[in-house]
């Protein structure tokens, strides 16, 4: 599976970017889809995830409230909605999966990774 993300840039502090996982040769609806991030010199965190089957979501409480994930399967989309974006948010964002992988299991460990979109929020 490549996954490939999408979306980011730089936003002011409040604003509103989308982000988007895509797959080549492969369809994302098989799969839960995660989205980390990574801030430098920090370690990378899970942000969000959405089931396969039943489009169960999930998210971090950093995030909670002001982030969403979607996903548009006849597309072979995921996407990241962020709202409300602060300083804080600024990281490289990453969507992942791997075979069997689910929402509840928290961490990836190897599995596919998206090369990463920069997100920058300014204050």
């Known amino acids: 599976v490549q996954l490939q993300a999408s979306g980011g840039g730089l936003v002011q502090s409040g604003g509103s970017l989308r982000l988007s996982c895509t797959a080549r040769?492969?369809?994302?609806?098989?799969?839960?889809i995660a989205w980390f991030r990574q801030a430098p010199g920090k370690p990378r965190v899970g942000v969000s995830c959405?089931?396969?089957?039943?489009?169960?979501?999930d998210y971090a409480d950093s995030v909670r409230g002001r982030f969403t994930i979607s996903r548009d399967n006849a597309k072979n989309i995921v996407y990241l909605q962020m709202n409300n974006l602060k300083p804080e948010d600024t990281a490289t964002y990453f969507c992942?999966?791997?075979?069997?992988?689910?929402?509840?299991?928290?961490?990836?460990?190897?599995?596919?990774w998206g090369q990463g979109t920069l997100v920058t929020v300014s204050s």
């Open positions: 992942a999966t791997d075979l069997g992988w689910k929402c509840q299991y928290k961490n990836i460990m190897s599995g596919f």
């Open positions: 040769r492969s369809t994302l609806d098989k799969y839960d």
């Open positions: 959405i089931g396969s089957t039943d489009g169960v979501t």
